[in-house]
């Protein structure tokens, strides 16, 4: 029975997994949003304790801000995790059979993490009210052979 069980939890994991590569947004973010708590939870971090998930900030112009994660560091600082991240791009490549498609849709990968990065710098949490942050993001990458293979296509990334 606990086999089953175990296989139909596998089975459902990778039907979210799946979802997630082909670009359904909401799925997508739900499903970066559960696999970072899961890595918070597993380090021994407890919500509301030192992090909280889908807090609400205001910028200074009164609009509502709602970072994916914000940890709670000693001194009364925070850090940030964005959890979103289109991963179409890297899911066709890998499936792609054609070597020049791939490198197009690897390169496409690219631009999209590039945009993202682009977007959460305009985001500017750092200067939310409330919010004692550094003036960065990091950006979790659920599947880490996108993470890999983007930084060996353009090793400028990590910077």
Request: aromatic share 8%; net charge negative; hydrophobic share 40%.
């Amino acid at each position: 029975k606990k086999v089953l069980e175990i296989g139909l939890n596998m089975s459902q994991e990778a039907s979210n997994l799946t979802s997630a590569l082909k670009g359904e947004k909401k799925t997508l973010g739900n499903w970066g949003e559960v696999q970072l708590e899961r890595a918070l939870q597993l380090a021994g971090l407890e919500e509301n304790v030192h992090y909280r998930a889908q807090a609400h900030f205001k910028d200074e112009q009164g609009g509502r801000n709602y970072p994916d994660f914000v940890l709670n560091l000693p001194d009364e600082k925070h850090l940030i995790i964005d959890s979103k991240m289109s991963l179409v791009a890297y899911e066709s490549a890998v499936n792609s059979e054609d070597d020049f498609e791939r490198e197009r849709l690897l390169k496409e990968h690219i631009s999209a993490l590039k945009s993202h990065i682009n977007d959460l710098h305009k985001k500017d949490y750092s200067n939310l009210i409330g919010m004692c942050s550094p003036n960065f993001v990091l950006m979790f990458i659920a599947v880490e052979p996108a993470y890999i293979e983007a930084l060996k296509a353009d090793p400028a990334l990590f910077n």
